[in-house]
């Protein structure tokens, strides 16, 4: 999303929107843990390690592409809008974080 947000002359920044970025590689390591175990019913979901706004996480990338864009707030309206600022679409208390961060993604991905 960051990165086809990048190509914009703006960037929009949608305001109280929250991202829990989870590594794609964690991901598939704990499907394929799921898949080759015993029956495990309801597991608790996976998270990335930290929460961000999607500026936190805009300009450390347009940082490492050289790349400077001015960052438009802009509100979602309505029920989605409420939601995410209520952070609805981030995980509950006690559920289960990966260890890659942001941070480390962009340093491998755009080093």
């Given at each position: 999303m960051v990165e086809k947000m990048?190509?914009?002359p703006v960037f929009a920044v949608?305001?109280?929107l929250r991202l829990q970025p989870v590594d794609s590689r964690e991901v598939a390591a704990r499907l394929a843990e799921?898949?080759?175990g015993t029956p495990s019913g309801l597991v608790?979901?996976?998270a990335g390690p930290d929460v961000h706004d999607l500026a936190a996480l805009a300009r450390p990338y347009l940082?490492?592409?050289g790349r400077r864009r001015p960052m438009l707030p802009v509100r979602i309206p309505g029920k989605a809008g409420r939601a995410y600022?209520?952070?609805a679409n981030l995980t509950?208390?006690?559920a289960e974080t990966?260890?890659?961060t942001w941070e480390e993604y962009l340093a491998e991905r755009l080093g």
């Open positions: 990048a190509k914009l949608p305001g109280g799921l898949a080759l608790s979901d996976l940082a490492l592409r600022r209520a952070g509950p208390a006690g990966g260890k890659r």
